[in-house]
């Protein structure tokens, strides 16, 4: 390689010989930037930009679908499957195994950022510094939960980093990380509490975490504990109260459920916290593969106006579609969330000429069809009011206050048009209720959670042909 740089710089060499100048100076140029943590932190004004710059990171794992809805019986191949190795269960330390880097690279920006805020005082804008820690503290618990839920045991890592020399820290139990899940989140909540003429309906932006997302994540987060890691009564009255505090922050359910998914966050009245998505920025928008293409896939289709097609594979993959298990779920032809969740392509048959079923693509992310094409840039939402009121449901039931859990059951179920819950209203018959409502309401979104493996191994035998394997909440109504 130096022997063709030789060759390639020569003959610039003897050109800028016969016009006077040097061919070093030719070669040797001064970088325009080397921005680095020493610095860049030169003034309270450079907090608020790289705090957003810490954002990519939580788009980026809410995204992910890898090991949490991959994993599950929820989707299953279509056209042209991307499904990984872990879709097929196949983990080993060369296939489908897990780099922590993309979790630890947040986590470590989250530490720099405290590390180099102490030295700046804020004294003309105190709320802006409030805000800010309130913001990273909460970006930080997300990481270690979103984390946690797939490793289980993990590293602590609570200082800066600032040089070469990186401690190598040993995997702490998932108690110990769910305990600083819990700290970072209480103090987010803190910190957004003391800003002046606080309000809990107040969300700046539905792209970064305010006090009503917060308690949200910290719903979700005391419910993993109490049901996968024992937590109990304790944790369940912590979600009813993280929840409740949800329900007063304004946010209200969508009463058209086509317009979950459709309406931006910023305009959702049912969401509370999103990932956003740009048109020219969607190539990494999960939702891609679950587009079909129109030649050599909708092309053809006596139905083909009502499907989400792209032109080009370059706007969508065709690899995903809705399982029959996942389509199993929904008894009530009635559902209105049907149409939001799939549609089943038709064809004709080439040898009998007649109607038939094929691909059951996916509704609820079908993006934005534009002049030229479809575009797959729909925010991917994380947290939202129905998710909410399914978590304290889910609590209400494992305190034994099974009427409490049938309202907010209810709650959910009247939006969906399919009446109010009539079965059984003993606590195991209304978790799987709470559980199978939960695969109608919520199904196709991303959800990163413990791996397949995890349910195998601890769900009771007899829930495992019930119904598909929701990952994070399936472990929850086991409870392990």
């Given at each position: 390689?130096q022997?063709?740089?030789n060759?390639l710089i ?6 800028t010989l ?7 100076k ?10 680095t943590?020493?610095?860049y932190?030169?003034s309270?004004?450079?907090?608020d930009?790289?705090?957003?710059g810490i954002?990519?990171s939580?788009?980026s ?14 989707l299953i191949p279509a056209?042209n499957?991307r499904?990984?190795t872990?879709?097929s ?9 897990l780099?922590y880097?993309?979790?630890?690279k947040?986590i470590?920006n ?7 805020i102490?030295g700046f005082?804020f ?6 510094k ?5 913001e990273?503290y909460a970006?930080?618990g997300?990481?270690?939960?979103h984390?946690t839920r797939?490793i289980?045991?993990a590293p ?8 070469e020399n990186?401690p190598l820290l040993a995997?702490?139990p998932?108690k ?6 819990f700290?970072?989140?209480?103090s ?12 809990v309906?107040?969300?700046p932006s539905?792209?970064r975490?305010?006090y009503?997302?917060v308690?949200?994540l910290k719903?979700d987060a ?10 109990g009564?304790?944790?369940?009255n912590?979600?009813?109260a ?8 304004g946010l209200?359910?969508?009463a058209?459920?086509?317009?979950v998914t459709s309406t931006?966050?910023?305009?959702n009245t ?5 990932a956003?998505y740009?048109?020219d920025?969607?190539?990494a928008?999960?939702?891609l ?5 129109l030649?050599?896939g ?9 499907l989400p097609?792209v032109q080009?594979?370059t ?11 996942s389509?199993?779920?929904f008894?009530n032809p009635?559902?209105?969330r049907?149409p939001y969740?799939?549609?089943t392509q038709?064809?004709i048959?080439?040898r ?5 079923n ?6 609820k992310y ?8 479809r575009?797959?840039?729909?925010d991917?939402?994380m947290y ?8 304290k449901?889910e609590?209400y039931?494992?305190?034994?206050n099974t009427?409490?859990a049938?309202t907010?059951l209810n709650k959910?179920?009247?939006r969906?048009?399919?009446g109010n ?12 209720e709470?559980?199978?409502e939960?695969?109608?309401?919520c ?8 791996i397949w ?9 007899t829930y495992?042909p019930?119904y598909?394997?929701w990952l994070?909440r399936l472990?929850?109504?086991?409870g392990r």
């Amino acid at each position: 390689m130096q022997k063709i740089i030789n060759i390639l710089i020569a003959p610039a060499c003897l050109l800028t010989l016969l016009v006077g100048s040097g061919c070093k100076k030719m070669i040797e140029v001064t970088p325009q930037s080397s921005i680095t943590e020493q610095t860049y932190f030169k003034s309270e004004g450079d907090f608020d930009p790289y705090l957003t710059g810490i954002y990519p990171s939580m788009r980026s794992l809410a995204n992910n679908v890898t090991y949490g809805t991959e994993r599950s019986e929820e989707l299953i191949p279509a056209l042209n499957s991307r499904f990984s190795t872990a879709w097929s269960q196949i983990l080993s330390p060369s296939t489908g195994a897990l780099n922590y880097n993309d979790w630890y690279k947040a986590i470590g920006n989250c530490n720099l950022l405290f590390d180099k805020i102490k030295g700046f005082s804020f004294s003309s804008s105190p709320d802006t510094k409030a805000r800010i820690l309130a913001e990273t503290y909460a970006l930080r618990g997300y990481f270690y939960f979103h984390l946690t839920r797939i490793i289980g045991d993990a590293p602590i890592m609570l200082q800066a980093v600032v040089d070469e020399n990186v401690p190598l820290l040993a995997r702490s139990p998932a108690k110990d990380v769910m305990k600083q899940v819990f700290s970072d989140l209480d103090s987010a909540i803190f910190y957004f509490r003391s800003v002046s003429g606080f309000s809990v309906k107040t969300y700046p932006s539905k792209y970064r975490f305010a006090y009503g997302s917060v308690q949200a994540l910290k719903a979700d987060a005391k419910l993993w504990d109490a049901k996968v890691l024992g937590g109990g009564s304790a944790d369940f009255n912590d979600v009813v109260a993280a929840a409740s505090e949800v329900e007063a922050s304004g946010l209200t359910l969508n009463a058209d459920y086509g317009k979950v998914t459709s309406t931006r966050a910023s305009a959702n009245t049912e969401v509370a916290l999103a990932a956003y998505y740009l048109r020219d920025e969607t190539g990494a928008n999960y939702a891609l593969n679950a587009l079909p293409y129109l030649v050599g896939g909708a092309q053809g289709a006596v139905n083909i106006d009502s499907l989400p097609y792209v032109q080009t594979t370059t706007n969508g993959q065709g690899a995903y579609q809705i399982s029959a298990k996942s389509k199993a779920l929904f008894t009530n032809p009635k559902d209105k969330r049907i149409p939001y969740t799939w549609v089943t392509q038709r064809n004709i048959d080439s040898r009998t000429k007649d109607t038939v079923n094929g691909i059951s693509w996916i509704t609820k992310y079908v993006g934005t069809k534009y002049a030229d094409d479809r575009v797959s840039d729909n925010d991917v939402i994380m947290y939202r009011l129905a998710d909410v009121f399914l978590m304290k449901a889910e609590a209400y039931a494992g305190l034994g206050n099974t009427t409490d859990a049938i309202t907010y059951l209810n709650k959910v179920r009247s939006r969906a048009g399919t009446g109010n819950y009539a079965g059984a209203t003993d606590e195991p018959s209304v978790e799987l209720e709470l559980l199978n409502e939960r695969g109608e309401s919520c199904s196709s979104r991303t959800s990163a959670g413990t791996i397949w493996c995890d349910f195998i191994l601890r769900a009771p035998l007899t829930y495992i042909p019930m119904y598909p394997t929701w990952l994070v909440r399936l472990l929850r109504y086991t409870g392990r």
